[in-house]
């Protein structure tokens, strides 16, 4: 009986100890599948990689896919431009044969018989100061559609330099993208210093949309306590105890 009895104590603590071993473990596992977790086992995108599709496409949704097929090469990903300083993200994006295209014979200043010229800086398109040397958006389509792509310049429709110029005016906070005309686009303000605009061009003044604040990230898990933590160790064993000095008798 007395061996009985120590075996059924030994299975209480046992299962006690369990219970102490899977608490001990409950916060990480919260925190393993919570939302902060989770985006962190995202995957890396594929920033060469073409931008999704949607299931109803805006002018600016067409925009950035055209961005992507004909400017992003130069003018990278994210607009931020493209440069040779050793510490260029956008062309580190690249195989390393490729990354020093202003070296090769297709890109440099002797390039092969279909080659063009790669400039040492390609300005930005999106992000604080691009487009400044622009008053309205109406002057960077006219000066797309005159000269971009650089390999081949004007080659586009004046539908698609349309969807692209969506696409910078929505990146830039300054439209919805959803549908512009050629008419609209010198409404659509990018230097504060052309802020009042000619009757040549709307007949009023063009106030730049508000842009709307990032969504706030999502809480995380309370840590543990530690005081907590030795609390239950002690009643656990309190209880351990107890139940071996009952079964034991």
Same mark, same amino acid.
């Given at each position: 009986m007395i061996q009985m009895n120590r075996v059924l104590a030994w299975r209480h603590t046992a299962v006690l100890l369990l219970l102490l071993f899977t608490f001990m473990h409950l916060p *990480?596992?919260?925190?393993?599948h919570s939302p902060a977790a989770q985006a962190d086992a995202t =995957?890396? =995108?594929?920033r060469l990689a073409a931008p999704p599709t949607v299931a109803a496409p805006t002018m600016a949704d067409d925009g950035a896919q055209l961005y992507w097929l004909h400017c992003q090469p130069c003018h990278g990903d994210r607009g931020q431009g493209l440069t040779d300083a050793p510490d260029d993200d956008w062309r580190a994006q690249y195989p390393p044969e490729e990354q020093f295209c202003w070296n090769s014979g297709c890109h440099g200043e002797r390039p092969y018989?279909?080659?063009f010229i790669v400039p040492r800086t390609v300005p930005a398109l999106i992000g604080e100061g691009s487009l400044a040397n622009y008053p309205t958006m109406h002057e960077v389509y006219v000066f797309m559609r005159a000269a971009m792509p650089r390999q081949v310049p004007g080659s586009l429709t004046d539908a698609e330099y349309l969807a692209i110029t969506a696409f910078l005016a929505r990146a830039h906070d300054l439209s919805d993208g959803v549908a512009l005309a050629e008419a609209d686009l010198s409404t659509i303000i990018l230097n504060p210093a052309y802020m009042e605009v000619t009757a040549d061009n709307a007949g009023g003044t063009a106030v730049p949309s508000t842009p709307v604040a990032p969504s706030p990230e999502p809480a995380?898990? =309370?840590a543990r306590t530690e005081w907590l933590a030795v609390g239950l160790v002690? /009643?656990? /064993?309190f209880l351990g105890g107890? /139940? *071996?000095? $009952?079964?034991? $008798?």
């Open positions: *990480w596992s919260l925190a393993a =995957p890396t =995108p594929d018989e279909n080659g995380a898990v =309370p002690i /009643l656990l /064993l107890a /139940l *071996w000095l $009952r079964h034991g $008798r």
